[in-house]
């Protein structure tokens, strides 16, 4: 604010200057008017300090309202800046949210599919069980040995102890006992059988017949006796010519008794066997054999028995009974008569019926 002009108040107040002669009630009469004049200054310095204090305070005031412009602009781009920080976390809470949850699903899923995999690795290996003994079954109807049903049993046993869950010890039992109750069971060997029969049916051609018996053969000591006599040139002793002639006189009485041969058959139509029926003789003995084998093979043996009858009885009938090549074909069908029945190889109905119950508690 322009200051007050302070001049003529002065000039008013300041008294002019009195000549020596002026009295002094002149001077109490210009009193007044210069304490006036003096508080007139008074008041002027004092408004004009507190113009002074008022400026300053204005001054103070704009600043301090510039500072707060700015501290509030400050403030707005903070303010701003945390609310696009918050928004920018919630996106990041709600997305890790979305994240968290779907983990939460893929664990929950993985779970499930580890559970339905642990299941399903079960239900494969019983499933492969129960198809390998079925098989195994199909095997031992057909060759007729309990082989097949037991080594499917073994490995069966062994695959289970592998995976070692306590749901399939009760499967593995099963298995043990079945093991045990197959080898319990003596099933017939068909292929001894058969290796027996192909001895039997090799034998065949050279069998004496009772028509054309077998030749008998001149004993050792008769023939030595014989070729000694001789060969004796030089004269010998008569105790040596006594036991020479005693030689001899046995290997002729040997000789005169193979040419007449008593031999008892039941049969008078052995024979009466032509040279030329005894070839088919011989062949029809070999296919009896021979279905015998193939009714074995196919696991028929009331057909097989029926052919080794038919086998045996030809064998007594029509050959001769002492000797050995005879005896030795009538032994092995004899054997293989007595072996060849059905023997039923026990169902491992345990092991199944386990499987199944462990199949129908998952």
Do not use: C
């Amino acid at each position: 604010m322009p200051e007050p002009p302070l001049a003529p108040a002065a000039a008013a107040a300041t008294p002019p200057p009195a000549s020596p002669t002026v009295s002094m009630s002149a001077v109490w009469r210009h009193a007044p008017v210069v304490v006036l004049g003096v508080v007139a200054l008074v008041a002027a310095g004092i408004a004009w300090t507190a113009h002074t204090r008022v400026q300053s305070v204005e001054a103070e005031l704009v600043k301090r309202q510039q500072a707060s412009s700015d501290q509030a602009a400050e403030a707005r781009i903070a303010a701003k800046q945390a609310q696009e920080v918050a928004q920018e976390s919630a996106a990041k809470l709600a997305l890790l949210e979305v994240r968290v949850a779907e983990s939460a699903f893929q664990r929950t899923q993985i779970e499930e599919l580890m559970q339905s995999v642990a299941r399903s690795r079960d239900e494969n290996v019983l499933s492969d069980v129960d198809a390998s003994l079925r098989v195994a079954m199909q095997q031992t109807a057909i060759t007729g040995s309990a082989e097949p049903l037991i080594a499917a049993l073994k490995q069966a046993e062994e695959r289970l102890a592998r995976y070692s869950q306590p749901q399939l010890e009760r499967v593995r039992r099963a298995i043990a006992a079945d093991i045990e109750k197959t080898r319990a069971v003596a099933v017939t060997d068909i292929a001894a059988l058969t290796i027996r029969l192909d001895e039997a049916i090799r034998l065949v051609d050279d069998l004496p017949l009772l028509a054309r018996p077998e030749p008998r053969r001149v004993r050792p000591v008769a023939a030595a006796a014989w070729a000694a006599g001789g060969a004796a040139s030089a004269p010998a002793a008569p105790a040596d010519w006594s036991a020479r002639w005693r030689d001899i006189g046995e290997q002729v009485w040997s000789e005169v008794r193979s040419l007449v041969r008593l031999t008892p058959i039941d049969q008078p139509e052995a024979m009466l066997i032509a040279p030329d029926q005894s070839f088919f003789l011989r062949e029809n003995l070999k296919l009896r054999l021979l279905n015998a084998r193939l009714a074995l093979l196919s696991r028929q043996f009331d057909t097989a028995q029926s052919d080794l009858r038919d086998a045996r009885s030809a064998l007594d009938r029509y050959f001769d009974r002492n000797a050995r090549g005879v005896q030795s074909a009538t032994e092995l069908v004899r054997q293989v008569s007595g072996q060849a029945r059905l023997v039923s190889v026990p169902r491992p109905d345990a092991t199944l019926a386990a499987i199944a119950a462990a199949t129908a508690g998952r």
